[in-house]
């Protein structure tokens, strides 16, 4: 059974602080890793795709994968109460039309 | 159209029934999925189609079935509605071809089994 971990929170940081969120996986075999931010009542958004070890930056966002210890982070950088949201984190093992296998999420809330 | 759509966006329904939920993609991807997310369970997946005219089983098959026409669409039926299958239900898909996998998803639906 692969499995993906998250911490299930919730998180609260301060407006302007570093939100730090992070997730395990079972899979060695994984190679895509995806952030999803889902906002109470909606669809899951995808923010953020990471395929390879190290650091990926977009905007605020800096997603970090380390396979070796099956680990993947995601960190935002200045968090606003728009922020605030539930965030999965998704992994595939292989390329192409594969399964994704989703963390239950970990819910932010972003304080004014 | 833009992306993807679902309907019905909420329903009801009585125990029984039959039902279809009923997705249409307008991005020309090869493979689409239907999730269900349940509170304390996260996503998970009901059935998925790689491409146009083949279908497989996710996590959580029981009670669903799905068909692939074509590539824009790919609705899930409710044979026979249970209580158990309330539910938000969403569909997704993704290119499948360039290697990644990038899934995104419909808006859903929220089905109620009474």
Same mark, same amino acid.
């Given at each position: 059974?692969?499995?993906?971990?998250? +911490?299930?929170? !919730?998180?609260?940081? !301060?407006?302007?602080? *570093?939100?730090?969120? +992070? $997730?395990?996986?079972?899979?060695?075999?994984?190679?895509?890793?995806?952030?999803?931010?889902?906002?109470?009542?909606?669809? !899951?958004?995808?923010?953020?795709?990471?395929?390879?070890?190290?650091?990926?930056?977009?905007?605020?966002?800096?997603?970090?994968? +380390?396979?070796?210890?099956?680990?993947?982070?995601?960190? *935002?950088?200045?968090?606003?109460?728009?922020?605030?949201?539930?965030?999965? $984190?998704?992994?595939?093992?292989?390329?192409?039309?594969?399964?994704?296998?989703?963390?239950?999420?970990?819910?932010?809330?972003? +304080? !004014? | 159209?833009?992306?993807?759509?679902?309907?019905?966006?909420?329903?009801?329904?009585?125990?029984?029934?039959?039902?279809?939920?009923?997705?249409?993609?307008?991005?020309?991807?090869?493979?689409?999925?239907?999730?269900?997310?349940?509170?304390? &369970?996260?996503?998970?997946?009901?059935?998925?189609?790689?491409?146009? /005219?083949?279908?497989?089983?996710?996590?959580?098959?029981?009670?669903?079935?799905?068909?692939?026409?074509?590539?824009?669409?790919?609705?899930?039926? &409710?044979?026979?509605?249970?209580?158990?299958?309330?539910?938000?239900?969403?569909?997704?898909?993704?290119?499948? /071809?360039? /290697?990644?996998?990038?899934?995104?998803?419909?808006?859903?639906?929220?089905?109620?089994?009474?």
């Amino acid at each position: 059974q692969k499995e993906v971990e998250q +911490n299930s929170g !919730p998180l609260s940081v !301060p407006e302007g602080a *570093i939100a730090s969120l +992070n $997730c395990t996986y079972s899979d060695r075999g994984s190679q895509s890793f995806f952030w999803y931010r889902q906002y109470s009542g909606k669809s !899951p958004e995808l923010i953020m795709s990471i395929y390879s070890n190290g650091d990926k930056e977009d905007g605020r966002f800096t997603a970090q994968l +380390n396979k070796a210890s099956q680990y993947v982070s995601l960190l *935002i950088r200045d968090s606003q109460p728009s922020d605030s949201a539930t965030y999965l $984190c998704a992994v595939a093992t292989q390329g192409g039309s594969e399964k994704l296998v989703f963390g239950k999420g970990t819910k932010l809330t972003v +304080n !004014p | 159209i833009a992306g993807i759509t679902q309907a019905p966006t909420s329903q009801i329904l009585a125990a029984g029934r039959r039902m279809t939920l009923r997705c249409t993609q307008d991005m020309r991807h090869n493979a689409m999925y239907w999730y269900r997310q349940d509170l304390g &369970l996260g996503l998970r997946l009901i059935h998925y189609s790689n491409t146009a /005219g083949t279908t497989g089983k996710g996590e959580v098959p029981d009670g669903y079935s799905v068909s692939r026409a074509n590539t824009d669409d790919f609705p899930l039926t &409710l044979a026979s509605a249970v209580p158990s299958q309330t539910s938000v239900y969403f569909c997704a898909s993704s290119d499948g /071809g360039t /290697g990644f996998n990038e899934q995104f998803f419909g808006p859903g639906t929220r089905l109620t089994v009474l």
